[in-house]
């Protein structure tokens, strides 16, 4: 089977940086994906890796480490509209294809 | 670009009554998924399609559930009957062939008193 975990909560003031952690547990890891959710929304696609290292998209960065089972996203100059929910995604390969597995999320908090 | 089309937004049902949900997703994209995303929980797959087959449908409880999606473009989820535990959103999203961004509907949310 497959495991996700990530905090389920984090809390960061406007202006600052905030990182959030995702362990995986799969057997057949292909890729780690983030999406973002607000409140009554529907989840939109933030960033994907597969390979190890970091990926950069505008404020939101992405990073990869597939020894340690292990990925995080990083997101600078937080504003307010940033305040919802984060889920980690992993895309497993099986014997019938590919599937996309969720996390429980993690719900952010920007303060003024 | 038309998006991913969901239908109803809403439904409110009796336990033990039907429902069904319709999904459209983006035109070409050959997988189509649905979860089933609980108040303050992450979305949790029930079934995938490639096309019109079914690639992974191990946490759908079949015995009242059930999905089809002929000719391999829209979709329909189908619970009969309904228990007070499937009261949730239910999200179908798409992807294209080979693409790594699932694409989300705005979901059903459904309520099961």
């Known amino acids: 089977g497959q495991s996700l975990e990530q905090p389920s909560e984090v809390t960061a003031v406007e202006g600052a940086i905030v990182q959030i952690n995702c362990t995986y547990q799969?057997?057949?890891?292909?890729?780690l994906s983030w999406y973002q959710q607000h409140d009554g929304g529907a989840p939109t696609f933030l960033s994907y890796?597969?390979?190890?290292g970091l990926e950069e998209t505008g404020r939101f960065s992405s990073f990869l480490s597939r020894s340690d089972s292990y990925g995080y996203l990083l997101l600078q100059e937080l504003q307010m509209k940033d305040s919802a929910s984060y889920f980690c995604a992993v895309r497993d390969r099986n014997t019938g294809g590919f599937k996309t597995i969720f996390g429980a999320g993690t719900r952010l908090f920007v303060k003024a | 670009e038309a998006g991913v089309a969901q239908s109803p937004r809403y439904k409110i049902i009796e336990k033990r009554q039907s429902v069904a949900f319709w999904c459209n997703p983006i035109?070409?994209?050959?997988?189509l998924y649905w979860y089933q995303q609980i108040l303050g929980q992450g979305p949790k797959l029930l079934i995938q399609?490639?096309?019109?087959?079914?690639?992974?449908d191990s946490q759908l409880p079949k015995d009242r559930f059930s999905a089809e999606r002929l000719k391999g473009v829209d979709s329909t989820l189908k619970i009969q009957p309904a228990k007070l535990e499937d009261s949730a959103v239910y999200l179908c999203?798409?992807?294209?062939?080979?693409?790594?961004?699932?694409?989300f509907g705005q979901g059903t949310r459904l309520t099961v008193v």
């Open positions: 399609f490639q096309n019109n087959g079914v690639v992974d």
């Open positions: 035109s070409g994209h050959a997988t």
């Open positions: 890796n597969a390979l190890d």
């Open positions: 999203a798409s992807r294209e062939q080979g693409g790594t961004e699932a694409f």
């Open positions: 799969t057997s057949g890891f292909y890729g």
